[in-house]
């Protein structure tokens, strides 16, 4: 079929329709439209330049197909014929997918003589076809030639529909215009989607050319009201709106031009790109009529957190997913932005660095984070090696600009309060102004003396050009966001380890039992890498052993270590100080070490440290991949003046049944005593005897862990006994 001749498109497509009995609404009634070559602008969303000849395809110069995945128009051409066609969702055949970073082969098909053949795809979406976006040129030899242009689509290229442009032109020029006036020849446009597959992009290949579009939306502050014939039909999340979780929100929205089409929402809360319909469908409508409203009440679940796409689609169809391709309709993206209870205010914007003002790389004294430029454009991490800064000096930061970083606006915040926002006073630090591409761009940040020890969030934010800033919580409308984890060390204080994943990998503490400290369900994936509980302690013997339970996090395999630092030199390096490490295989466990209080330690409070890493030998100080640390405190109040680890001179054995406790041993060397104490170091019970055994009643005693100091004859043992009922 030839559809650059001069008998009309519509007729033959009249003619085979002759006698179809069409419904209206159906697809075979929508398909009688106007000319192609005469569509563009409103009706297709064409809204390129139109090239003009002053001779057309008259003497032979024309296109007579063109292919490029599905895109498959042949013989389309002839002479005479329309020296412009705008194929923009002409259906099946005049779509097709394009993947970022992936050579294709354009083939095109030439007239009955030797002509060039130009080439050209709006990667960046400016609606304009830059030098840049040449793909290339080839000359045909022969009639009905088929010539190749090859090229590959750049990894940058924006998201969603775009232009291709297919230039005739009699001449060669190494220097084609694709809006030109020549003398000989033919374009046409078609559209492309540039899809990453991250998530799935719909195809329509009809688009909204016959009113199939969403004319407005609003949920919250969000307000889209751009829906119109020619709209393009997919539009990435260029749009954003912040919700909090376990609050109930309204999508007010109106259906387009044509009467009957189906609206369904989603929102992909667990972020893996797929729309599940039972977990994730927010709600679907079936209009009736042209522009009709419709409202969708969604509540955003308790445990959502981070950058969560809302899909938002119409098609005429009866039934709809959230990632098929159709052919009339439209899809459209938006980003909900939910905060995380433990993380930094989140930021969104769209644009990120794709204009060239954003960073390549940012240095905070000295360790270097690499931005990647991807959606959010906010990066949350820790930094590799660990940063650690004094109260009262400086961070030196150094910001690497993009290739257009003229007039960029950097800014440097921390979080001086750990409330997870920088609008506080001496939060928002200094700011700089790129002069140059590529500029590295230095300025120090102060920590002001007095800031609490532990983890702090650093945030360097660059937004752009003519840009206020407001706080550090603000959406910029271009740049790019970083969150660095950073540990501000204690003057007057033992070290504080670092993390360069701290707990976000799920290698945290999630409680700690000793004596009377119950500190428990305390951890969190993304909680402090450091909490300093000092104020929460119990009370010891020296010469005693007591019971250190450790719940685990979320990661099994972690090792759990503890410390005490029984001199009071504010480190934990010393004989004796390191009470041991064990290893957790199961989740909602915990791991028991023994916290031993020699004899002769000195009295008064001591920290008492514990730590999680992913690793075996950990230090008290040394900086790990990942993990907590936590300190407590013991307070040393006397001395049983035993020893709590010698060997059992009299061979003793405990037995208990819950109510009593039964101690046995081997020989009398004089007259014994028993005594029994509770894991506060408390005399709960005294027995003498002169034979080789002793009951002690338990009945009225508290489950848990005892101590038994026996003293038989001037031998003294120290025995365990666990009470259970």
């Known amino acids: 079929m030839n559809v650059c001749t001069s008998t009309p498109w519509r007729t033959f497509f009249l003619v085979a329709c002759l006698g179809c009995q069409a419904l209206p609404g159906t697809a075979q009634e929508r398909h009688v439209r106007t000319n192609i070559t005469e569509r563009g602008g409103p009706a ?36 005479p014929g329309p020296s412009y066609s705008d194929y923009f969702f002409a259906g099946s055949n005049t779509v097709t997918r394009l993947a970022p970073s992936v050579e294709y082969d354009l083939v095109v098909t030439s007239g009955p003589i030797a002509s060039m053949y130009y080439a050209w795809i709006d990667f960046n979406g400016n609606g304009e076809f830059d030098t840049a976006e040449f793909l290339g040129d080839q000359q045909s030899g022969g009639q009905f030639e088929e010539v190749t242009i090859s090229f590959t689509v750049p990894t940058g290229a924006q998201i969603g529909y775009t232009g291709l442009r297919v230039r005739c032109i009699d001449i060669f020029t190494p220097t084609p215009d694709p809006c030109g006036v020549y003398d000989l020849g033919e374009t046409e446009d078609y559209a492309v989607l540039i899809d990453d597959g991250a998530p799935c992009t719909p195809l329509h290949t009809e688009g909204t050319s016959e009113g199939d579009f969403i004319a407005g939306v609003q949920i919250g502050s969000l307000q889209d009201g751009t829906g119109t014939t020619g709209s393009p039909a997919y539009t990435p999340p260029r749009r954003s709106v912040h919700l909090a979780p376990g ?35 927010i709600g679907e409508f079936h209009s009736t009529t042209a522009f009709e409203p419709h409202t969708w009440t969604f509540t955003v679940p308790t445990d959502a957190w981070g950058w969560v796409r809302l899909r938002m689609k119409c098609a005429d169809a009866n039934t709809m997913s959230a990632c098929d391709d159709y052919e009339f309709g439209e899809t459209r993206d938006y980003m909900l932005v939910i905060d995380h209870p433990l993380l930094p205010c989140f930021t969104y914007n769209y644009i990120g660095a794709n204009n060239g003002l954003g960073m390549d790389q940012v240095a905070v004294n000295g360790s270097v984070i690499t931005n990647p430029a991807a959606l959010p454009n906010h990066l949350i991490t820790g930094s590799d090696p ?34 997870l926002d920088f609008d506080d006073p001496n939060e928002t630090g200094p700011y700089i102004n790129g002069t140059a591409a590529n500029e590295v761009m230095d300025f120090a940040l102060n920590v002001p003396v007095g800031t609490a020890p532990g ?6 934010a660059s937004y752009g050009e003519g840009f206020e800033f407001v706080n550090g919580c603000y959406d910029p409308a271009e740049g790019q966001v970083i969150d660095l984890l950073i540990i501000v060390d204690g003057t007057a204080l033992p070290c504080i380890p670092g993390s360069v994943n701290w707990t976000s990998e799920g290698v945290f503490i999630d409680g700690v039992e000793l004596g009377t400290i119950s500190n428990l369900n305390t951890g969190a994936r993304y909680g402090a890498v450091y909490n300093d509980y000092t104020t929460q302690s119990t009370d010891v013997l020296g010469g005693q052993s007591y019971d250190l339970n450790v719940f685990n996090g979320e990661n099994v395999g972690s090792y759990y270590h503890a410390w005490v630092d029984l001199n009071d030199d504010g480190d934990f390096g010393d004989v004796d100080e390191y009470m041991g490490g064990e290893i957790l295989l199961e989740t909602n466990s915990a791991v028991g070490l023994v916290i031993d209080i020699p004899m002769n330690t000195p009295l008064g409070e001591k920290r008492m440290r514990v730590r999680c890493t992913e690793n075996e030998g950990a230090t008290p100080c040394a900086d790990s991949n990942s993990g907590e640390t936590e300190d407590y405190t013991v307070v040393v109040t006397g001395t049983t003046g035993v020893q709590p680890h010698g060997a059992l001179a009299c061979n003793a054995v405990v037995a208990a049944d819950g109510n009593s406790i039964m101690v046995t041993w081997s020989a009398v060397h004089g007259a014994t005593t028993i005594t029994l104490i509770d894991a506060t170091g408390r005399t709960v019970a005294t027995t003498a005897t002169g034979t080789t055994s002793a009951l002690l009643p338990t009945g009225h005693l508290a489950e848990g862990a005892y101590t038994i100091v026996l003293d038989n004859g001037g031998q003294r043992s120290v025995l365990r006994s666990i009470l259970a009922r």
């Not at 032979?60 to 042949?74: A, F, N, S």
């Not at 983890?455 to 360097?460: A, E, M, N, P, T």
């Open 455 to 460: 983890g702090h969030f650093v945030r360097i």
């Open 386 to 419: 660990v940063v650690h800064v004094l109260p009262g000096s400086v961070l030196n930061v150094d910001v690497t600009g993009n290739g257009s970083n003229e007039g960029n606006l950097v800014v440097g915040y921390i979080d001086l309060n750990n409330d």
């Open 44 to 79: 297709s969303g064409n809204y390129y330049c139109v090239p003009t000849y002053l001779f057309g395809t008259q003497e032979g110069d024309y296109i007579d197909g063109v292919r490029l995945g599905t895109i498959q128009q042949l013989e389309t051409g002839g002479s």
């Open 247 to 281: 609050v109930a929100y309204d999508i007010e929205f109106s259906s387009g031009a044509y009467e009957a089409d189906l609206y369904k929402a989603w929102a992909d809360w667990d972020q893996d790109g797929v729309w599940n319909e039972t977990d994730e469908l």
